[in-house]
C-alpha cells in the first residue's frame, strides 16, 4: 500500500535526510563495517530519491530504505569472496527491526565520536553519516580544503573499524567525553541549514529541522546537561528568525532590516525559557553564551532598540571560554556598534595573519560592511567583490555583488584616478 504520489521533492529530500542516520545505525548495529554499511544506505538514499517522488512514498519508508540498503550490502558482499560468511548473516528481515529508530540515531551520534579518533575527525565523520552534509560543506565548516577533509573522513572510518567499535550508547562515564563532540557536530550542522555554504538558496531547512530534531533528543536523554540545552535554545533562537532572512525575490535582508514581526514567536519563547533554565542551573558554557546573545537580539523591537553593550559584555565572556576566528570576527561587529566602524576594524585586522580564514569569504564581507560606515566606499567596494568572489552561496554573491555596485559611483577621497574595472 502506497500514499498518494508526493510531488514536492524537498519533502522528500527532508524526510530522507531524517531517516538516513536511522538506516544506517540499524545497518552498522548488525553489521558493523562503516564503509559498507554507509555505501548500502547511500545507494538506497539514491533510489529512493528517484522512485518516490514519482511513485509516492511507501508507507512504511525506513524499512523500504533499510531494505534496499541490506539488499545493496549483500550484493557487496556476493561481489567479495573474503566475505561470503557474512552473506547469510546479512539477509535480514527488515519489518522485524524491534530497536527505536531514534535511539539508533543517538547511537550513532556517540559512535561517531568515539574516542579512538581525534576531535576534528569525530566531528567531520560524524557530519558525513549523520548530518548528511558533503565533503565540501563539511570542509567549508572547518575552514579546511576539500581533499584534507575528504583524507580525514576515511582514515576516521578506518579507524572505526579496526577499533572494533559496538553499535551501543557509551556507558555515562565515557558518554561525558563524548557529548563536546556531539554538541559541536549538531551546532556545525544547524549552522549549514541557516546559511548554506553553497547552493541557490541560502537557508536549507531540512538542515536546521534535523539539527533542532537530534538536539531536542540529545535533551530528552540528557536533560540535566546545561549546555545539550543552551545549544537546543540557540537553534530555537536563531531559527525563528528564518521567515525574515530573505524578501519575496529570494534577496537577502540584513538582520538590521528584518521586519520582525515575521519572527516566530513560539519558538522564541520556548528558547528563552530553555535559557531561563539553564542559565541558573549550573556553569555557564559557550552555547549558553551565545543563546544569551541570540535572545538580546530577539527580545529587541527593532534594530535601534538593540542592547548592543549587552551583546558586547557576552562576546567578552565568549573569547575568553571559546577563543577562535569566527567568535573574534562576531565580537568585531559589536565593537562597532558601541565603540565605532575603525573600532571594529582593528579588530578585524588581527584576523589577517589567520590561515583559517583564506578559507571563509565572511573576513571580508565584515571588513566591506565596516569600511562602508566609516565612510570609505572604494575600499569597501573591493572587499564587497573580493567577499562575492570567495564564496559559493549564490544568494550571498549577489547580495555582496549589489552591495558593491551601490558604492560604485561614490566619489571618495580615498579612490585612485582613472577610470575604475567594469565589473
Known amino acids: 500500500m502506497r500514499r498518494e504520489p508526493v510531488n514536492a521533492e524537498p519533502a522528500v529530500e527532508g524526510l530522507l535526510r531524517e531517516l538516513a542516520p536511522q538506516v544506517l545505525g540499524a545497518l552498522i548495529r548488525r553489521h558493523g563495517q562503516f564503509d559498507a554499511c554507509e555505501d ?69 551520534l556517540f559512535l561517531c565520536c568515539h574516542p579512538v579518533l581525534s576531535p576534528p575527525s569525530q566531528l567531520a565523520l560524524t557530519l558525513r553519516a549523520v548530518g548528511g552534509l558533503s565533503t565540501a560543506q563539511i570542509a567549508a565548516a572547518f575552514l579546511v580544503p576539500e581533499t584534507t577533509m575528504a583524507q580525514r573522513i576515511g582514515r576516521a572510518k ?36 541557516y546559511t548554506a555554504s553553497s547552493g541557490p538558496g541560502l537557508h536549507r531547512g531540512e538542515l536546521t529541522t534535523e539539527a533542532i530534531r537530534l538536539t531536542r533528543l540529545l535533551h530528552g536523554l540528557l536533560p540535566g546537561d546545561t549546555e545539550v540545552a543552551g545549544l537546543l535554545a540557540l537553534m530555537l533562537l536563531t531559527d525563528a528568525r528564518s521567515a525574515a532572512r530573505t524578501d519575496a525575490a529570494g534577496s537577502i535582508v540584513p538582520l538590521a532590516e528584518q521586519d520582525r514581526s515575521r519572527w516566530e514567536g513560539a519558538a522564541i519563547a520556548e528558547g528563552q525559557e530553555l535559557l531561563t533554565r539553564t542559565l541558573r542551573a549550573g556553569p555557564v558554557g559557550p552555547y549558553q553564551i551565545q543563546a544569551a546573545i541570540a535572545a538580546v537580539h530577539d527580545e529587541a523591537a527593532d534594530d535601534e532598540l538593540t542592547d548592543w553593550p549587552q551583546i558586547l559584555a557576552l562576546y567578552e565572556v565568549l573569547v575568553q571560554i571559546a577563543p577562535g576566528p569566527m567568535v573574534t570576527l562576531s565580537r568585531a561587529v559589536a565593537t562597532a556598534r558601541v565603540h565605532g566602524p575603525r573600532a ?80
Open 40 to 108: 548500502a544506505v547511500q545507494e538506497a538514499l539514491l533510489a529512493a530519491a528517484v522512485q518516490w517522488p514519482a511513485d509516492g512514498v511507501p508507507e512504511r519508508p525506513w524499512s523500504w530504505l533499510l531494505t534496499v540498503a541490506s539488499r545493496a550490502l549483500v550484493d557487496h558482499w556476493r561481489t567479495d569472496s573474503a566475505r561470503r560468511r557474512r552473506e547469510a548473516a546479512a539477509a535480514l528481515d527488515p519489518t522485524r527491526v524491534s530497536a527505536p529508530e531514534a535511539q539508533d540515531t543517538l547511537v550513532l
Open 158 to 193: 578506518q579507524r572505526i573499524r579496526d577499533a572494533g567499535a559496538r553499535f551501543v550508547l557509551p556507558p555515562p562515564d565515557e558518554r561525558a567525553g563524548r557529548l563536546g563532540v556531539v554538541l559541536h557536530v549538531l551546532y556545525l550542522v544547524f549552522n549549514e541549514g
Open 344 to 423: 571594529g576594524l582593528a579588530l578585524i585586522g588581527t584576523l589577517d595573519a589567520d590561515e583559517r580564514m583564506t578559507h571563509t569569504h565572511r573576513l571580508e564581507a565584515v571588513r566591506a560592511h565596516l569600511l562602508e560606515q566609516a565612510g570609505d566606499p572604494y575600499a569597501a567596494r573591493e572587499s564587497y567583490l573580493r567577499a562575492a568572489r570567495m564564496t559559493a552561496s549564490l544568494p550571498e554573491q549577489r547580495y555582496l555583488t549589489r552591495r558593491a555596485a551601490l558604492l560604485r559611483t561614490v566619489p571618495t577621497a580615498t579612490e585612485p584616478t582613472g577610470p575604475c574595472d567594469d565589473i
